[in-house]
């Protein structure tokens, strides 16, 4: 197994179900619905993301190689580009920060690095001896 893909897992899983929490309890008081609708999205991709990291972590024990090693990278970038971005333009929202307005280009760029991930999960998969 690739213990730092599992370590990333964790970790990421227990910050959503905490920033989940937040959002369904007392981001409602601070920003509009559409906002934490947002917030929401950030956290759904984050929670898919934790089980696809979990897999790559438990398959690299079968299927060692670039792919798998990627797979996770790319899945640990996106969550950090992806729902992180989307994380912050809720917290700017949130305080009324106008600037930085630019940084909602992270999110599909983090997009990107799912989509990479998925396709290194598939190759790496793709290797295993049936």
Known sequence: MHKSF????????????????????????????ETVSTFQTGVTYQFYHVFALLATGILFAYVPGNQLMWAGRCFIIGVFLFSGSLYLLTMM??????????????????????????????????????
């Open 6 to 33: 599992l370590v990333w897992a964790a970790a990421l899983g227990a910050l959503a179900v905490v920033l989940g929490a937040f959002g369904a309890h007392k981001l409602k008081e601070l920003v509009p619905p």
């Open 93 to 130: 929202k949130a305080t009324g920060n106008v600037g930085l307005k630019g940084i909602g280009i992270l999110t599909p760029i983090g997009g990107v690095f799912f989509i990479v991930g998925w396709i290194c999960l598939l190759t790496g998969i793709l290797k295993l001896k049936a």
